[in-house]
């Protein structure tokens, strides 16, 4: 047993003494790594090796004293590098909204009033409140502590919770795994233990994801692969006979034009972007990679209390030996009361000890929130709720009965006990509650109707109720505290309803080939009837006891009885079976199951610290049906990166083919330089960007989710580049063939027609519309008619003709070089119809 533990009386700073101090001592805040400035970004855009292949070819042209390829390719080096830093800067600002929606919070006494503030207003004096699941904030020198424990290993490599106690320090970043406690702020932002860490690290810039990294090998092997084609088209024109510098200058530009450049840019635009539109719809992105993870999860693992069920915990029914009362009222509000069931006598014995037995509080209506809310555990604050509608006020009672000493509850335990000295006397009142199948053991609960209060236990959790037994017992002056030999008090059932969406949730995840489990620390009677609700079917429920006797976690859907280490057993064996796992969590000791999982998925409101910064995905409204939208997203951009691949690679293989066949044919020269950096700074720009940005496709969430071992251009994307791009080459020496057979200038044509068919390309790609959504212009079709515009402008301004040089083409010629351009467009599209159709069932 403890010894007695009192936590000090103390009001707090009021918020003047809060304000002057955060002036005076600044924002508790790390160090952040300085923003590169504007010329170190154009640095690093001008390092990447297409850009300094095109910065040599203009060295050369320069020299060479040609200045119409010059200009050009200076035109495209700028072009690029503006583009790749205003597409940095974009995600970087994405990226900071993000961490800001990502902060981490306190429980500070201000003016004698418990407030939760964001971690960064600390300020030296604050006391800070603390309890299992809480991140410090800041250095602390406690001044009250109930079994409190931390753990120290983010900062000292201490993979063992240390014990604190009154006057012990505890740092900031630390997390508390037990207890609960409360200190006084010595140490604040740079000062404190993590903010001396963190300004040995503030200039490490972020790493990037794995499919940024699997892009750049792949850029890699595709510069390869150009600069061989390349200088096979140089070496083929040098054979002709034309000059070597014309040739290398066509090499290069070649190469450029050949591998999209612009794409590592695009994916982290698009990722960064993607994270962004998530939180706008409640879903905040600790950790990038998890936005292309998203796209392959294969098994939600959810908790159900908060995120298939409101969250909202309402005790309903009480049993005691004299009877039976159900509760009336809404959420927390006091108002309501007890209507019994016969002749019952009033519970006021069990509602004193469910009010005595209790850490939490209620905070009524304010200015900022229109309703009673909860402080503390939700469960906790129901039955205060409940004590209110029994005509008990919680204050009066808790002051009668000072607590002296306690056993919080924890998940082993699985029961809470409080000591309180009797009034007027040296008696003490030993009041426990707790899951039934522990609390109604005889070696705790030894006198009383047992068997009956077990019985009604397993009815009521049949019916889906949470149950909670309450024991008490007095001891004598002197005598030993003890958590046993004591009397039988009642039941109280709780129930959290059932989220109005959750069956639509449960469909959703179906439709889109992802399981969904239910893992609940509830009974398996409460496990079941949930479930039933929610549409999700399974042959058994599996508790906690089943896997501690090795039964395979992977073998069921429903868990009942489950301690928060035996989720890291289930993700473990979904794992196992080849799956990509989310797991939802919400308490201290989920934090390794939530890092354990491909994704970790933790609850904005009604979470700890600890799991919010464990997690990889933060649910503001704590709701499950905003994974699905989360899982949509991740779907939506892997496929817009894939989508931009096929445009631009088979973009860049016609101009390859085109060079290479076409002389063969009699075409000797088909595009110079400036034309095809030109063709290339149109396509691959905003279009590129644009198709990054494309919504999802409205059939994404009825597929089954990709494989995570599957390659970018795996599951037949190359060889649609293949044949995408071999059929924009046919047409453009189709077209230049027959304009040179009529004297026409087919070189000309062949610049028309290439460009034209890779638009034509980009508008197939678009994703189809949602049957019902109103027609309005999209970025891409802005994109491509920009582009369009400036592909076929040169042809009607001198300048530019002369700059490229080209010729001016009939209207005739115009509409035959339409024609030809909108074939690659038209097959695209309706292949895309013809593959749509197989989908359908």
């Not at 040609?66 to 590098?81: G, K, R």
Request: contains cysteine; aromatic residues 4%; negative net charge.
């Amino acid at each position: 047993m403890p010894d007695p533990v009192q936590l000090p009386l103390h009001h707090g700073l009021t918020e003047v003494e809060a304000a002057r101090k955060l002036a005076e001592h600044g924002s508790n805040t790390t160090a952040a790594p300085e923003p590169p400035s504007a010329l170190f970004r154009v640095r690093e855009q001008l390092r990447d090796p297409m850009i300094l292949l095109l910065l040599g070819a203009a060295v050369l042209t320069a020299t060479l004293r040609d200045l119409a390829d010059f200009a050009v390719i200076l035109v495209v080096i700028v072009l690029n590098t503006t583009v790749g830093v205003v597409q940095e800067l974009r995600a970087e600002h994405a990226l900071t909204a993000l961490n800001r929606l990502a902060a981490l919070h306190a429980t500070v006494l201000r003016s004698a009033r418990a407030t939760v503030i964001p971690a960064a207003e600390v300020v030296p004096g604050d006391l800070v409140l603390l309890e299992a699941g809480d991140i410090v904030p800041a250095d602390l020198e406690l001044n009250g502590a109930v079994r409190l424990q931390t753990d120290e290993s983010a900062l000292t490599g201490e993979s063992l919770p240390v014990e604190k106690d009154s006057g012990d320090e505890v740092f900031a970043g630390t997390v508390v795994t037990r207890g609960r406690g409360s200190g006084v702020v010595s140490r604040t932002g740079p000062d404190s233990a993590l903010g001396r860490i963190a300004s040995l690290i503030s200039t490490q810039r972020p790493r990037p994801t794995p499919l940024q990294l699997r892009l750049r090998s792949l850029s890699r092997i595709l510069s390869v692969v150009a600069l061989l084609l390349s200088g096979f088209v140089a070496l083929a024109g040098l054979l002709r006979g034309l000059p070597a510098a014309d040739m290398i200058v066509t090499a290069v530009s070649l190469t450029v034009a050949a591998v999209p450049e612009s794409l590592p840019a695009v994916v982290t635009l698009a990722l960064a972007i993607g994270a962004h539109r998530m939180a706008r719809r409640s879903a905040v992105v600790r950790r990038l990679p998890a936005v292309e993870t998203l796209g392959s999860v294969t098994v939600v693992a959810a908790d159900k209390t908060g995120t298939l069920t409101e969250g909202v915990m309402l005790a309903e029914r009480l049993w005691t030996e004299q009877g039976e009362f159900i509760a009336s009222g809404n959420g927390y509000e006091p108002d309501g009361g007890l209507v019994p069931i016969g002749d019952a006598a009033p519970p006021e014995r069990l509602l004193r000890d469910i009010v005595l037995c209790n850490d939490a509080d209620l905070r009524p209506p304010g200015p900022d929130q229109p309703v009673w809310l909860p402080l503390g555990d939700p469960t906790e604050a129901a039955l205060l709720t409940l004590a209110h509608r029994g005509a008990i006020d919680p204050e009066p009672v808790r002051a009668a009965y000072p607590r002296i000493a306690e056993l919080p509850f924890d998940s082993i335990r699985k029961r809470m006990t409080t000591f309180h000295w009797m009034p007027g006397g040296d008696s003490t009142l030993v009041v426990g509650k707790g899951a039934p199948e522990v609390l109604l053991d005889p070696s705790v609960t030894s006198y009383g109707d047992v068997a009956t209060a077990g019985a009604n236990a397993a009815e009521l959790a049949a019916d889906g109720y949470r149950v909670l037994a309450v024991a008490d017992r007095i001891l004598p002056p002197g005598a030993r505290r003890t958590e046993d030999g004591l009397q039988l008090v009642g039941l109280v059932a709780l129930t959290d309803p059932v989220r109005h969406n959750a069956g639509e949730v449960t469909t959703a995840f179906g439709r889109a080939g992802v399981d969904l489990l239910l893992i609940t620390g509830d009974a398996p009677g409460t496990a079941r009837a949930v479930a039933e609700r929610v549409g999700l079917h399974a042959d058994g429920v599996i508790t906690g006891a089943d896997i501690d006797q090795g039964v395979d976690p992977a073998g069921g859907r429903v868990y009942a009885r489950i301690r928060p280490e035996q989720k890291l057993d289930i993700v473990r064996a979904w794992h196992h079976a080849g799956h990509v796992v989310a797991m939802t969590g919400d308490g201290v000791n989920d934090a390794p199951a939530l890092r354990r999982a491909d994704i970790g998925v933790a609850m904005g409101k009604g979470g700890t610290e600890a799991a919010r910064q464990a997690a990889d995905l933060v649910l503001t409204d704590d709701d499950l049906g905003t994974v699905v939208a989360a899982i949509e997203e991740g779907r939506r951009i892997y496929a817009n990166v894939r989508t931009f691949l096929r445009y631009a690679l088979s973009g860049g293989l016609a101009e390859i083919l085109v060079m290479l066949i076409a002389p063969m044919l009699g075409l000797a020269a088909p595009l110079l330089p400036a034309q095809i950096l030109w063709i290339n700074m149109l396509t691959h720009g905003l279009p590129g960007v644009a198709i990054g940005a494309e919504p999802a496709d409205p059939r994404a969430m009825r597929r089954d989710p990709r494989s995570p071992d599957e390659q970018v251009l795996g599951a037949g994307l190359w060889q649609r580049i293949a044949w995408t791009g071999t059929l924009i080459a046919a047409v453009t020496i189709a077209a230049a063939l027959w304009t040179h057979s009529t004297g026409g200038p087919w070189q000309t044509m062949a610049y028309v027609v290439l460009g034209l068919a890779q638009l034509g390309v980009a508008i197939a790609l678009r994703r189809p519309r949602p049957s019902g959504e109103r027609r309005r212009l999209r970025f891409l079709d802005a994109a491509v008619a920009g582009a369009l515009v400036a592909q076929v402008g040169p042809l009607f301004v001198p300048p530019l003709r002369e700059l490229l040089s080209l010729h001016a083409l009939s209207a005739s010629e115009l509409a035959i070089a339409a024609a030809f351009a909108v074939v690659p467009g038209l097959t695209v599209a309706a292949r895309r119809v013809w593959t749509a159709r197989k989908e359908q069932p």
